[in-house]
């Protein structure tokens, strides 16, 4: 079992930034992917992006290029910069991992707890 750890979130007003993070500690075998997902109350989980260990990266339409994911490897962390936030960005951000899947899937193994994202004046 990977433990997954976020943190970055907080309330941020529109068109603001946000960086976020996501640690497996202890776990010293590279992840293969690391993903971000979201899930805004009363909808469904959605996908945001994901990267593997060669750093190839792919996004979905969920922010648009308004999201940039990027990793450190050999920390296995993973990071999603979210720039001009939108209220409708307001939603819990998860990490997932995965030490063998990565594209043609968004079914991981490993997720964290979440962090809170609230996007508001």
């Known amino acids: 079992q990977v433990q997954l750890v976020e943190s970055g979130g907080g309330q941020v007003q529109p068109g603001g930034s946000l960086r976020l993070s996501c640690v497996a500690p202890?776990?010293?075998?590279?992840?293969?992917?690391m993903a971000w997902f979201r899930q805004a109350p009363g909808q469904e989980r959605e996908a945001v992006a994901r990267?593997?260990?060669?750093?190839?990266?792919s996004y979905t339409q969920a922010m648009g290029d308004r999201g940039t994911i990027s990793r450190d490897g050999a920390k296995n962390t993973v990071y999603l910069q979210m720039n001009s936030l939108k209220p409708e960005d307001t939603a819990m951000y998860y990490c997932?991992?995965?030490?063998?899947?990565?594209?043609?899937?968004?079914?991981?193994?490993?997720w964290g707890q979440g962090t809170q994202v609230t996007v508001s004046s």
């Open positions: 997932a991992a995965d030490r063998v899947l990565c594209f043609g899937t968004w079914e991981y193994a490993f």
């Open positions: 202890g776990h010293t075998d590279s992840l293969y992917c």
């Open positions: 990267i593997n260990s060669d750093g190839a990266a």
